[in-house]
């Protein structure tokens, strides 16, 4: 019960050597993921300028999550790492909560919210962390390379091998254990063989001292070259090749489109994701923190105000028709959020969701 209970009671807990408790700046950036989600997935998803500019967040917002579910891993296992013990507990909570986001993720999909769930990939994600709990930085840095390089040249190449591409349909509740696993694995719309990248880079990022100026400067510096880098160049292998890739081949891996699982899309998002931290880290030093309360609670929320979205959009498609509707639905769900979060936050130190996630025999009380 001890080990569980010291595995589980700082989830939110800072990195290595910081003085001031909980990183909140790591709340922001779970709240930014969050309302780039939101837009997302609200859409409408067309061409005109405005809406381009709208879906920015398209195909970063959920990698910033899975860079920071990486991070979060390590801060919570931090103790499992430095200690032989504990790893039995750990291994308790970790079976929960995969098999809670697993089943809810997978029920979440038979709603006509028209988005893909994305819980059921954290839950093997979260599973494979375990494995990884006390592996060396070298093995985490090499295993975020091959999710990136390697994984998108595996998850090409068996669509090669068939000769026609996957559909990209999510599973869900329902699918045989072998639909599950493929869709999961390699098929699915977050295929574990190339998200496992940006979350083994978060473990990484959790284990540096985050609140150390050093580390924000190098890693705001580093996210943000080499972001810019690979969106130019997607564009200069555009150019080169006169225009978009038609069919399935090869040429795709020096393509960047949101959530094409190639590896220019994936790199660039993985480092915008990390200058994106970056920043909030220092807005954390700079404002003093006081600003960022108003955003921290709902990053707090953060599965739970994910579900809540999804139920949102289920009871109100296939509205929106346009882009103003869009950003009236999305400003709606983003302001209703923020002021929930912040309510619920002055009563309960955990979301609804966030406190059924913990393992039961954890339960102390969720009163702040």
């Known amino acids: 019960m001890a080990d569980t209970a010291r595995f589980t009671a700082r989830s939110g807990a800072s990195s ?110 979260f599973l494979l962390a375990g494995v990884l709990v006390r592996a060396r930085d070298t093995v985490l840095l090499t295993l975020a390379g091959a999710g990136v390089i390697a994984g998108p ?67 705001a510096l580093t996210g943000g070259t080499v972001a810019l880098v690979a969106v130019l160049a997607a564009r200069v292998a555009g150019w080169v090749r006169g225009g978009p890739v038609g069919d399935l081949s090869w040429e795709l891996l020096l393509t960047d489109a949101p959530h094409g699982q190639m590896p220019l899309w994936l790199i660039g998002g993985t480092a915008a994701s990390a200058l994106v931290l970056a920043l909030c880290l220092a807005a954390e030093r700079w404002l003093h923190r006081g600003p960022l309360r108003v955003l921290a609670p709902l990053g707090q929320l953060s599965l739970t105000f994910y579900v809540v979205h999804l139920l949102v959009l289920d009871w109100v498609r296939p509205w929106p028709h346009n882009l103003l509707q869009g950003v009236v639905l999305s400003a709606a769900l983003v302001v209703g959020a923020l002021a929930g979060a912040w309510l619920w936050r002055r009563y309960w130190s955990r979301g609804p969701l966030e406190m059924v996630l913990r393992a039961p025999w954890t339960w102390h009380g969720a009163r702040a």
């Not at 699918?175 to 473990?203: K, N």
């Open 153 to 219: 040249m595996l998850w090409l190449g068996v669509q090669l091998g068939r000769g026609n591409p996957f559909t990209g349909g999510a599973p869900e509740l329902g699918d045989s254990p072998a639909q599950v696993l493929a869709g999961v694995v390699v098929t699915g719309p977050y295929p574990l063989i190339t998200w496992v990248g940006p979350f083994a880079l978060g473990m990484w990022l959790g284990r540096r001292t985050l609140t150390d100026m050093r580390v924000i400067r190098v890693m």
């Open 16 to 125: 290595a050597g910081s003085p001031r408790g909980r990183v909140l700046a790591l709340d922001v950036a779970r709240c930014l993921a969050i309302i780039g989600m939101v837009t997302v997935n609200v859409g409408p998803k067309d061409d005109s300028p405005g809406a381009s500019l709208y879906l920015l967040p398209h195909g970063r917002a959920s990698i910033l999550f899975v860079l920071l579910a990486g991070i979060g891993f390590s801060l919570m296992t931090r103790r499992v790492r430095q200690r032989a013990t504990g790893r039995r507990a750990m291994w308790g909570a970790l079976a929960w909560r995969s098999g809670l986001l697993l089943v809810g993720g997978l029920a979440l999909q038979l709603l006509d919210h028209q988005a893909n769930v994305i819980l059921p990939v954290y839950a093997f994600l």
